[in-house]
Nanobody
Framework: VQLQASGGGLVQAGDSLRLSCAAS????????MGWFRQAPGKEREFVAA????????YYADSVKGRSTISRDNGKSTVYLQMNSLKPEDTAVYYC????????????????WGQGTQVTVSS
């Protein structure tokens, strides 16, 4: 099982980025896929999640209204569109998968991808 995250980079405040997470190795059509982030010296925190089956979405308050999580089941890929980026969004972003539903706790996700760095300059 592999989750491959991509799309990070260095941007200015107010810019947008789209992160992608491609899953392989098993069928994730019934899983919940999530995005988390971890800034230096801080704990890993929930950003957004989506049910691959229903498309129901969940967002952290810190990104709600600025970010959209979406899925492409045919490509087993999840996207995180982030707009109006702020310096406090700077972190390593990780994608993860769990068979559980409506889950935002990182400890309950079984599969993790490598991180992709997002840096937002002021």
């Amino acid at each position: 099982v592999q989750l491959q995250a991509s799309g990070g980079g260095l941007v200015q405040a107010g810019d947008s980025l789209r992160l992608s997470c491609a899953a392989s190795g098993r069928t994730f059509s019934t899983y919940t896929m999530g995005w988390f982030r971890q800034a230096p010296g801080k704990e890993r925190e929930f950003v957004a999640a989506i049910s691959m089956a229903s498309g129901r979405t969940y967002y952290a308050d810190s990104v709600k209204g600025r970010s959209t999580i979406s899925r492409d089941n045919g490509k087993s890929t999840v996207y995180l569109q982030m707009n109006s980026l702020k310096p406090e969004d700077t972190a390593v972003y990780y994608c993860a998968a769990t068979w559980r539903t409506a889950v935002i706790a990182p400890g309950l996700y079984e599969y993790w991808g490598q991180g992709t760095q997002v840096t937002v300059s002021s």
